[in-house]
């Protein structure tokens, strides 16, 4: 085995285990993250399908609805999860502790997105299970495969940007809190959970396409709902992996330098702050 | 003999505002390998600053810092894996999990595979009977157990080094002895080669270590092992004179007093008394007593004492090691 690939598994797959590790069996000790994983989005899931019978929209809506709502959840777990939980990491001391040993930070953040995402499948799941069975959404499956891409590149090139957000945890502390609060709605509004983004001008509709969660709720929609295969989403495959080749680089960059820069003013181990 | 720590006048200032705290101020150190290194000193005199930059958790503002041979900036990666770090006081872990669960995390962290990370585990109970606590989860367990687990943790990846931050801070003096056993233990059976311990508990140091750092803002003011240090004030007197704690706020007429190099006051609240240690330039002892009955000061005992640590602070700086600064 080369000395770069046994680095990786020992590295950073390892520790990023482990995290996910400490994410799954910490999250399912105490049955009370039903209520906040499922129960609640389903509510929310609900009335919002709710509304678009009693409006009259077209029966494909629900599907939109559906496929909206189980892929924001993993927008959430891997883009705001990761900073959320390195905040707290660093408050509690345990990111002090991980600094110590020679693993990478962004295996400690792979870790937690992985381990958020046990949890998220779940939610997911109950939210395309309610869906077809309550709501009687239909989806084509025959274009699974390549929803399954289009979500796989849609979470790597988020993976990239939560790499970049995270940083303001560390450096800002609580400001970067209200940061991503601030960062939140429009991105939410942006990247069309409940509606099509075609419905946006087109001004809009590119700055959509930087969001990577824009493009890919877009691409999965497109693949299930209307049938549309490779032919149709190709672009949507090639500015994914464009944002996923793009992103994850800078987003390592955006993070070394500010754990450097924590390293030099303290910030790295202040807490409190 | 081989040095493991080596510092080259390493300064770290703090800034806030317009604001500069010098924390380290040109602080050179060797540590050989094979011994426990003490840094000896009161709150904020430097030695979590110094500890954090050598574990490559901070950046020095100037100078260099070596450990095992690694740069701490230029070679941080290889600095951190052979060290490990653990701070008394500290909680790092995951309370809903248990004991057990906890480092097997910290195992795959270190790089240690699942089957390693067990048999690790079973080596570090043994060491530090971790049994009664293993499986139970880390928010249920008491402080003590909280400070072997935090050592046991500190051991998962057979660190070289072994950094020591106030190791029994807050533990009840039977756990405190334990684990000062534990780490005499860890340097006689060479399973740590050099352990570098910061405390502000002057028996603590006396009893552990080889080699001692006095350090008062951020300066290093003595080295030496423990007699050495202590033969600093072979010149001097130690009394310790027992009075009324009611009687304590008049104490401060010693100062009048040339031959008073300089004294420490404990209270001990529950007895009502207090015990002043001072360090006499000549036997002048009747008549401060003398003077503190005049005074209307009630003198309970005097004892003379031998030379401790603390005293070596005292002679050193002026004031003892758990004063404050004025």
Known sequence: ?273 | MLITIETRDLVRIFKHGDKEFRALDKVSIQVPEGVIYGLLGPNGAGKTTLIRILTTLLLPSDGDAYVGGYHVVRDANKVRKIINLVSGGERPGYGILTVRENLMYYGQVYGLSWGETKRRIEEVNELLHLDEFLDKRLNSISTGMMQKYALARGLLNHPQILFLDEPTLGLDVQNARHIRRVIKHLIEDKEIRTILLTSHYMAEVEELCDIVSIIDRGRIIATGSPDELRKMVKDEIIYNIDVRLSDIDRIRILRRFRTVVGYTIKTRQLTGEARIRMILSGEDIARIIRTLEEENIHVLRVTRDEVSLEDVFLRLVGRGLEDEYE
């Open chain 1, 1 to 273: 085995m080369s000395n770069r690939l046994s680095w990786f598994i020992n590295r950073f797959l390892r520790p990023a285990f482990g995290r996910a590790y400490v994410r799954i069996k910490g999250g399912n000790r105490e049955p009370s993250w039903i209520l906040w994983e499922i129960l609640l989005p389903l509510i929310m899931i609900t009335s919002v399908i709710w509304a678009y019978e009693n409006m009259g929209a077209p029966e494909f809506f629900k599907g939109f609805v559906i496929i909206g709502g189980a892929m924001m959840s993993y927008w959430y777990n891997v883009l705001w999860g990761m900073g959320r939980t390195l905040y707290w990491e660093k408050e509690t001391g345990n990111l002090e502790v991980f600094l110590l040993s020679d693993a990478p930070l962004p295996s400690l953040l792979l870790g937690m997105a992985l381990g958020g995402m046990f949890n998220t499948t779940l939610r997911s799941i109950a939210v395309i299970i309610l869906g077809v069975v309550v709501f009687k959404a239909e989806f084509n499956v025959d274009y699974l495969p390549l929803a399954i891409l289009i979500f796989i590149l849609t979470l790597v090139a988020l993976y990239g940007v939560g790499l970049a957000l995270s940083g303001l945890h560390i450096v800002y502390g609580r400001m970067g809190v209200r940061i991503n609060e601030l960062l939140d709605e429009p991105i939410m509004f942006l990247s069309g959970q409940y509606y099509p983004i075609s419905t946006f001008p087109m001004a809009l509709q590119y700055i959509a396409g930087l969001i990577p969660l824009a493009v890919g709720l877009d691409g999965v929609r497109r693949a299930l709902l209307f049938s549309e295969g490779i032919d149709a989403l190709w672009l949507h495959v090639l500015v994914l992996f464009i944002l996923m080749i793009v992103f994850y680089p800078i987003g390592l960059r955006i993070l070394n330098k500010i754990v450097e820069r924590g390293r030099m003013d303290g910030r790295l181990i202040l807490r409190w702050i």
